[in-house]
């Protein structure tokens, strides 16, 4: 049993706070727990009888079917990150919590959030879900949490999840991710989905490329091995994946990108210049499929009909999140009895 006063080493080795602490090992392995959850689901219309023996996982003597409680802290908004985590936890016959910071918790009186993070963790949840924006304090306590922590997005530095669900997708479309070229479209510099990805798809082999308006694009010295192009245009036929970022205007700090235009103006402009229209498509491989994390800003990153087109993935993403949020939730559980 985890002792609450000090950090056990399960609770910190199941933590997830960025892929980096991932092995590929350690993520095919996750891949291939979500196939068996998703076969589960195809035949009992749940996961809860997962068996981890058809995965090489040890069973454990203990039931597995003692509910859990998962405290989702999301000091972001989210729709897709907080509904598929909400939706793997039920599934594996889970209990959650979550709060929603806007109208029903205590920061509403002025609490901080790293307060808010202590005081439920002192509730002793069997995990925490966090979405929070860059920290100091929460930087220092989530590392050394005595409670698994996985991030549901950390600021612009990471969203783990994320990339393991775009890098599932691929390997469910694709067949595998290795030797896949993969071009990322869009904000890449707010872009923490950019950054998780990076580290997974090149850890499982893929090429990744990044297209964007140069004050969306990192330095070169700063993404070593990816390749950055700036002409979307030309970039088109080199892809398999093509994977749309969303224009995030919220972390621009008052969107100097207007340059005193209307919104609607830069919209239409950004499209022109970097979005991916049905012309657009047509350049792509006909067996290339299309991603979009969400959520979308529609006749911006993509036209409207992007989302319905044959190749889009974009709603499989969203089914796979559940998939592979479950699957780390079972990796958690089937440790920490
Ligand atoms: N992709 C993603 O993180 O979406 P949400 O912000 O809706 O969770």
């Known amino acids: 049993m985890p002792s ?8 910190k080795r199941l933590s997830l706070l960025d892929t980096r602490a991932l092995s590929a090992t350690e993520i095919n392995s996750l891949f291939e727990r979500a196939d068996v959850l998703a076969k589960n689901y195809e035949r009992h219309g749940n996961f809860a009888n997962l068996n981890l023996g058809e995965v ?22 989210s729709t897709r990150t907080l509904l598929s985590f909400q939706s793997a936890a039920y599934r594996l016959g889970h ?18 959030e790293e307060d808010t993070v202590l005081n439920v963790a002192a509730m002793k949840p069997d995990a925490l879900v966090i979405r929070y924006n860059r920290s100091e304090k929460l930087d220092l306590f989530l590392p050394n949490s005595p409670i698994p922590v996985i ?4 600021g612009t530095q990471s969203h783990p999840t994320q990339a393991l669900l775009d890098a599932y997708t691929i390997r469910r479309s694709m067949g595998e991710v290795k030797g896949q070229r993969v071009l990322i479209v869009g904000d890449i510099v707010h872009s923490r989905v950019a950054r998780s990805n990076f580290d997974v798809l090149t850890k499982l082999g893929a090429e990744v490329g990044i297209c964007g308006p140069e004050h969306f694009l990192p330095k070169e010295s700063e993404t070593p091995g990816i390749r950055i192009f700036h002409d979307l245009d030309e970039a088109l036929s080199w892809p398999t994946v093509y994977m749309g970022l969303r224009v ?5 700090g008052g969107d100097p990108e207007l340059r005193g235009r209307s919104i609607e103006v830069y919209r239409e402009d950004y499209h022109s210049r970097f979005g991916l229209s049905l012309a657009r498509a047509k350049k792509l491989s006909t067996n290339a499929i299309i991603l979009h994390p969400g959520p979308i800003n529609h006749g911006v990153e993509f036209a409207p009909e992007i989302v319905n087109e044959p190749r889009s993935r974009v709603f499989e993403q969203v089914a796979n999140g559940v998939l592979i949020r479950a699957a780390l939730l079972a990796r958690i559980f089937s440790e920490i009895p």
């Open 95 to 112: 209990n959650v919590v979550t709060f929603d910071i806007g109208t029903g918790s205590s920061m509403l009186k002025g609490e901080t």
């Open 4 to 11: 609450f006063h000090s950090i056990s080493p399960a609770s």
């Open 151 to 154: 991030s549901a997005g950390t």
């Open 56 to 77: 090489g996982l040890p069973v454990p003597q203990t039931p597995t079917h003692i509910p859990k409680v998962i405290a989702c802290l999301f000091f972001e908004a």
């Open 248 to 252: 995030q205007t919220e972390r621009h």
